[in-house]
């Protein structure tokens, strides 16, 4: 019996799927098993395949081209000038944290600058359809960094899309909340980044691929974002969701704390170092929970392929029913993702 090259990618990817199990706990594991029954049933039609460290495979029956898109995070640029000086003890912490790190393949010394330079080097000779800024790209507000990355990336003559990280706008020990101080400092020093596109959520469509662009880095959904994204969700659209906090999975800390039912002051262990407010004691506001579910069932009653994310500087997959959930390396290792698209 001759078999079709779509039933033939059906049984192989539904198979890597299990393969993929091998180091999750059993309800994902479970929740894998449910996907590659679907997917060989017919019934499902999105398959992510993993490929290697920093490549991924999405096969989809609503994708109508091959699309290319490469990701970075958590690059934390510090540089500085004399225009830093009135903020210095604002800054002084994150100006050094992250100075010297190690390559995330070789381990060799290397530095964030560096790193910015070579992954936009890989950028230009890839030549994706767009590249994907996920947050801390900077250490603070840096005006000198702002101006630099961006020169960088416009000579690149790719598109690029940047949403904001929790490191981007703070300037630890000013007061005000997270939420004020966002928009203070999106406004005074980011907003070029965004080249006209709303800094707190925004929609790119690439070859009618829905690419939702959120601020989350506060942890918490604002209700316009949550207006936004099931505007985006109601066109049954192939889409993908990209923010910097990743959200909550059973298993996983803290950190992946947008809709994590624990995320409130008593587990707020930093907010002293980091000489900002405190989480609430009552835990996240309603429209938080609310996009969560959305996420978490866009997969089934929408087109929602995947959700990824910064943040937690660790390179993990995620999957909660049909939603699966990729956090990538820290870009000042060197570390970025390539994205490939294809129809299925």
């Not at 898109?69 to 540089?79: G, P």
């Not at 918490?220 to 923010?243: G, V, Y």
Request: hydrophobic residues 35%.
């Amino acid at each position: 019996m001759k078999t079709s090259r779509r039933d033939f990618l059906k049984k192989s990817l539904a198979t890597s799927l299990f393969l993929a199990t091998e180091h999750i706990g059993p309800e994902q594991a479970f929740a894998h098993k449910q996907t590659a029954q679907s997917i060989e049933k017919g019934v499902g039609y999105t398959t992510i395949n993993s490929i290697n460290d920093n490549k991924v495979e999405i096969y989809s029956q609503d994708i109508t081209r091959t699309i290319k898109l490469f990701l970075i995070a958590d690059t934390h640029l510090w540089m500085s000038d004399s225009r830093e000086d009135p903020y210095r003890q604002y800054s002084a912490r994150m100006a050094k944290a992250y100075n010297k790190t190690k390559h995330f393949q070789t381990l060799a010394s290397t530095n964030p600058k560096e790193q910015f330079e070579k992954t936009l080097e890989k950028v230009k000779e890839s030549r994706p359809d767009g590249l994907f800024l996920l947050g801390d790209i900077f250490s603070y507000p840096s005006e000198a960094a702002i101006e630099w990355a961006k020169t960088q990336l416009d000579q690149t003559g790719i598109n690029y899309y940047y949403i904001s990280g929790n490191h981007d706008w703070h300037y630890e020990g000013l007061p005000n909340s997270e939420i004020e101080l966002r928009a203070e400092w999106t406004h005074k020093r980011l907003l070029p980044l965004y080249r006209g596109q709303n800094p707190l959520i925004y929609d790119v469509d690439i070859s009618g691929l829905h690419i939702v662009m959120l601020d989350n880095s506060t942890y918490e959904i604002l209700p316009e974002q949550l207006e936004f994204f099931r505007k985006i969700l109601r066109k049954n659209k192939p889409t993908l969701l990209m923010s910097h906090c990743p959200f909550y999975a059973p298993g996983f800390p803290v950190s992946y704390g947008c809709g994590h039912p624990e995320w409130n002051a008593a587990s707020d262990k930093i907010y002293k170092i980091e000489r900002r407010q405190q989480w609430p004691v009552e835990g996240h506001k309603p429209e938080t929970y609310a996009f969560w579910n959305e996420v978490a069932n866009g997969c089934q009653k929408h087109h929602l392929l995947a959700t990824f994310s910064g943040h937690v500087h660790r390179q993990t997959t995620s999957i909660v029913n049909k939603w699966t959930q990729f956090t990538i390396k820290p870009n000042y290792s060197g570390a970025y993702l390539e994205i490939t698209l294809k129809p299925f």
